[in-house]
């Protein structure tokens, strides 16, 4: 589309994309790490940026079309993005913790307009501990009464998912789980990148388990709208994709009892690539194959 004329937003600077929203009029929503340090990359901001259906950034958001904020001096990294009912952009990723490699989940908050939401939390940022000295959060999801699930992985028993709930002002939901966090491990070592809400309040955890061998597998998990993770679902609490080397990263709740994901693998009968599965998620869980299979 050569009327599509995206504007460069931090020209000689580290800005660096990481999720796309589409707002019912037609502008976009960019998440992103923004560098604003003479290092490039060492010390980058949370970051929405928002365009014209055009691509030129929309001025009148943020400051000249980009609402950012300092969590540390370090790198913070937003990996997540939600748009609530009332405008409001939530981002979710991870912050440096002190010394060393350490880091922790990390949320922030902006209206409609660009602004920092002084309300979320104390001042716009949450930092929900769950349970280690290294985490990262990497998934979002608003439920129908305005609290936010925020998802990753923990070094908790070297290598653990975890969800965390907030009260739709940024308090840590102590009623969720063990004082507002449900941590768990599928396989030797397992993390989540997406989630999904069902109707009776079920959530969805899509990402990685890796087993001893170090195999690499997609696969779901469900925990239950207490914060409870099921470890009858599927086998030992995991459906995973019959293949090696996978990742999943998307996921859509297609129907009561049959739920869509897409991802990545890095080898199915001798060709990379991405793809779609099906899976039914109640009765009997399993990966069911419901679409082509990816062509040489």
Known sequence: DLGFLATDPAPGKFCYGTRLH??????????????????????????????????????????????????????????????????AIVLGGFAPLGSGNFSGFAIARFSAEGQLDLSFSTDGIAMPFVASSTEFGQALALQPDGKILFAGNTSTNGGSSAIVRLEADGALDSSF????????????????????????????????????DDSTHMALARVSALGVWDSSFGLSGRVSAPFNGAVMTRQLLASPQRCVVGGTWANVDGIPGVGLIGVSVLAEPLMQDGFEAPSP
């Open 177 to 212: 789980g063990n004082g507002g966090r449900v941590v768990w491990r599928n396989g030797f070592r397992s993390e989540v990148r997406s989630l999904a809400l069902a109707d009776d309040g079920a959530i969805y955890a899509g990402g990685i388990a890796i087993d001893a």
């Open 22 to 87: 589409r707002l019912d009029d037609g502008r976009l929503l960019v998440a992103a790490l923004l560098d604003r340090g003479a290092n490039p990359g060492a010390d980058t901001n949370f970051a929405v940026l928002r365009y014209a259906a055009d691509g030129q950034l929309d001025a009148s958001f943020g400051v000249s079309g980009i609402a950012e904020v300092s969590i540390t001096n370090g790198q913070d990294r937003p990996f997540a993005m939600l748009v609530q009912t009332d405008g």
